[in-house]
């Protein structure tokens, strides 16, 4: 390997060692590893678009509302279900109700038109449970499982993003440490 001297002539012929290249390699370097660091700690991944911008952020974190006051069917059925525009209304129906997203979902709510949300992929490359996966909401939520386990810290995100590949390696662990059924007809019907 060649070592990076020059000889400086005014210098009298003393070797000088050629610092341009090195401290450039070394800020490329620190900014490399800025830039994986901070990605890694604060992931700049969002999720699909929607045609009505929605925040879990601010409604779950900020201001606190439970995952079942909108999915109220996660408790009682298999799905949890999207929550229909009436119960955006239950609070939009008075609240902030000249802000864009708001005047939209109004707007779309009294038109009658149907909302087509996007899916957050949260199975591999799937939009959807393989139809020979049973996978009840209902049950895990009267157990205590909190929604974040699976889905993430909801309460931190804005347009929601998969955090967990949710495979069969994953649901088997999470019934090890809860002491769960690992009988294959427990989730494989």
Same mark, same amino acid.
């Given at each position: 390997?060649? =070592?990076?001297?020059?000889?400086?002539? =005014?210098?009298?012929?003393?070797r000088?060692?050629?610092?341009?290249?090195?401290?450039?390699?070394?800020?490329?370097?620190?900014?490399?590893?800025?830039?994986?660091?901070?990605?890694?700690?604060?992931?700049?991944?969002?999720?699909?678009?929607q045609?009505? #911008?929605?925040? /879990?952020?601010?409604?779950?974190?900020?201001?606190?509302?439970?995952?079942l006051?909108?999915?109220?069917?996660?408790?009682?059925?298999?799905?949890?279900?999207? #929550? #229909?525009?009436?119960?955006?209304?239950?609070?939009?129906? =008075?609240?902030?109700? /000249?802000?864009?997203?708001?005047?939209?979902?109004?707007?779309?709510?009294?038109?009658?038109?149907?909302?087509?949300?996007?899916?957050?992929?949260?199975?591999?490359?799937?939009?959807?449970? !393989?139809?020979?996966?049973y996978?009840? /909401?209902?049950? /895990?939520?009267?157990?205590?499982?909190?929604?974040?386990?699976?889905?993430g !810290?909801?309460?931190?995100?804005?347009?929601?993003?998969r955090?967990?590949?949710?495979?069969?390696?994953?649901?088997?662990?999470?019934?090890?440490?809860?002491?769960?059924?690992?009988?294959?007809?427990?989730?494989?019907?």
């Open positions: 390997m060649k =070592r990076a001297y020059v000889i400086d002539q =005014r210098e009298g012929g003393y000088r060692f050629v610092w341009g290249g090195v401290l450039t390699a070394s800020i490329f370097a620190v900014m490399l590893l800025i830039y994986y660091g901070y990605n890694f700690y604060y992931p700049a991944q969002l999720g699909p678009e045609p009505i #911008p929605f925040s /879990h952020r601010l409604h779950a974190g900020v201001k606190g509302i439970s995952c006051v909108c999915h109220e069917t996660v408790a009682s059925q298999a799905g949890a279900g999207l #929550p #229909p525009l009436e119960t955006c209304l239950l609070c939009h129906s =008075r609240l902030i109700t /000249h802000f864009p997203p708001i005047a939209l979902l109004r707007e779309t709510f009294f038109s009658r038109q149907p909302v087509v949300w996007q899916r957050v992929k949260y199975v591999d490359s799937f939009n959807y449970m !393989p139809d020979f996966v996978f009840n /909401h209902a049950v /895990h939520i009267r157990r205590s499982i909190d929604c974040g386990h699976c889905h !810290p909801v309460k931190e995100m804005d347009r929601l993003v955090v967990q590949n949710l495979n069969m390696g994953f649901c088997i662990t999470c019934h090890k440490y809860y002491n769960a059924s690992h009988d294959c007809y427990t989730c494989h019907r």
